[in-house]
């Protein structure tokens, strides 16, 4: 691949995520808000959020949680607001691998840490891990509520929402994109609400 057609590569990229960023901007603005409502709800009753993904979703999961333990920007300045990654446990996390199965890496942590009223946020691109499934069937046991960050059609996951933002793409990349950029704004939306 010459330079030209690289430089080409990265233009076209460009234009395929500014368009995205457009739709999802026009199409996502009022579930966004309405999602970040319904976490500052959740908190704002004393409850907390529960974050699951996987590969690059649970990194965004670490990087949302991180930013409602710690904050946004140095711009705000508030109190911590209960948040879990079920990501970063690797003792846990190869535990229930090794004696429940790969399905149940965070369904058993929903189990132990999960309580009524409580909210389960899943972050994925397909909508159909198994392991994420598992999670939303042991919070909807636990009586929690459930959103999702999704792409494609939402896949399997979809349904099982109570809340969700769709990202209406078929590239991963694309998704993660945007996934990231509503994360952002969730958390600021949330810290705008319950620092008022």
Do not use: W
Request: charge should be neutral; hydrophobic fraction near 40%.
């Amino acid at each position: 691949m010459t330079n030209e057609e690289r430089i080409q590569m990265v233009l076209k990229n460009a234009e395929q995520s500014s368009t995205l960023r457009r739709a999802v901007g026009q199409t996502l603005a009022e579930p966004l808000v309405e999602l970040a409502n319904n976490i500052a709800a959740v908190i704002g009753s004393g409850r907390k959020l529960l974050i699951c993904g996987n590969g690059g979703s649970a990194a965004d999961s670490s990087h949302m949680a991180a930013e409602m333990i710690v904050r946004l920007t140095g711009e705000r300045n508030r109190p911590s607001l209960p948040a879990i990654a079920l990501t970063t446990d690797t003792s846990i996390m190869t535990a229930a691998g090794n004696d429940f199965g790969f399905e149940r890496i965070f369904s058993r942590q929903v189990e132990g840490l999960g309580r009524q009223g409580d909210m389960l946020l899943v972050i994925s691109t397909s909508g159909n891990s198994i392991n994420l499934i598992r999670a939303a069937e042991t919070a909807r046991e636990k009586r929690m509520l459930i959103a999702a960050l999704l792409g494609g059609d939402g896949g399997k996951i979809g349904p099982m929402a109570d809340k969700k933002l769709i990202i209406p793409h078929r590239s991963v990349q694309r998704i993660q994109e945007e996934q990231i950029f509503l994360i952002h704004l969730l958390v600021e939306l949330i810290e705008g609400d319950l620092s008022q």
